[in-house]
């Protein structure tokens, strides 16, 4: 296990050098008239979905993401990395391809996306990491009862129609699971979206969070962060409950 962690850090590190200097592309975002949510025009994504991703092959592909995501996929708890394991294969599937577009800005993660072959190692890795358990150590606030209270309030009352009780997302809708996510990674992308700053939001979250102050954010995030997907999270073994 350790010997494939670091020929995955090389690999990445190697990656990371070699693609340096590999211009980012831009496409217009919400930050543009005209922008559309998700679009049909999205070829990459489209011809992902498509495919039946490779588990065994995903698996391969994943060593190199590794070094960052870690080989089950947790990421960090301080939020500097995203959790992956468990997520929707759809939703992987888009954000990659939104980030080697240019759609989602990311820098450090485009020289590592932009390795990906084709489409299908798209979807091979991604339905990889849709395999994984969620790890259920993530970092909160630790704001106490009484924000976690007032976040389960506005999470129950306005996102519960998108990413579900208990925050199991949608596959077919492209909504993210949040259950098991970082609180900090969650609190830094809400407020992107919030500000107009995550460039590839959906307009109808945006509507909903561009009237939360500071605090609201802080609350409905903290929830958000302790929600778990029963027959999804990991048991002490690493394995699904």
Known sequence: MKLNLALALVLAL?????????????????????????DASETEKIEALKLKGDVKRGREIFEVCSACHLSSGAGKPDGSIPQLAGQHASVIIKQIADIRAGLRDNP?????AITLSDAQELADVAAYIQTLCIPPEHGTSAGGAALLAR??????????????????????????????????YLLRQVTAIRD???????????AVVKKYSDQDLDAVVEYMASLTMPGSMCKPSGIKQ
Request: proline fraction near 8%; aromatic fraction near 12%; charged fraction near 15%.
């Open 108 to 112: 450090p993660m485009f020289p590592f």
């Open 151 to 184: 976040g389960k309030a506005l999470y129950m009352k306005e996102c519960t129609t998108c990413h579900g009780a208990n925050g199991q997302g949608d596959a077919a809708k492209f909504y993210p699971v949040l259950a098991g996510q970082h609180y900090s």
């Open 196 to 206: 107009g700053k995550r460039r590839n939001a959906d307009p109808a979250m945006v």
């Open 14 to 38: 190697t990656s990371t050098w070699a693609l340096a200097d590999v211009p980012v592309p831009t496409k217009a975002g919400i930050e543009s008239k005209g922008y559309v949510w998700n």
